[in-house]
């Protein structure tokens, strides 16, 4: 059974930094690209940063490019955002996912509520 646990989401001041971690159990983790999204207050869930499986190539939206590093260490089955120079509209609830392609999540996890205040 594929299992996304995300964690320490939290409490930044604008222009903070955090880093989220995310632990893939129930598959082979190194053979997925992996993808975080996220939703903010009253919007609909958009994409933030994805990596490949063997971490070789990395996708960053716009409104976080610069800011945010996606990595992961596949020893670890783990998945991290690094996420600085933060800004209020980064404030949302943060998930990581399983990625076949093409913008396909087939597994997600229960999300991590990062709020940034101005």
């Known amino acids: 059974q594929v299992q996304l646990v995300e964690l320490w989401g939290g409490l930044a001041q604008t222009g903070g930094s955090l880093r989220l971690f995310c632990s893939g159990l129930g598959f082979t983790f190194s053979t997925y690209a992996m993808s975080w999204v996220r939703q903010a207050p009253g919007k609909g869930v958009g994409g933030v940063s994805g990596?490949?499986?063997?971490?070789?190539?990395?996708y960053y939206s716009d409104s976080v490019k610069g800011r945010f590093t996606i990595s992961r260490d596949n020893a670890k089955n783990t998945l991290y955002l690094q996420m600085n120079s933060l800004k209020h509209e980064d404030t949302a609830l943060y998930y990581c996912?399983?990625?076949?392609?093409?913008?396909?999540?087939?597994?997600w996890g229960q999300g991590t509520l990062v709020t940034v205040s101005s």
């Open positions: 996912a399983k990625d076949l392609g093409g913008g396909a999540l087939d597994a």
């Open positions: 990596i490949h499986g063997d971490g070789s190539d990395t």
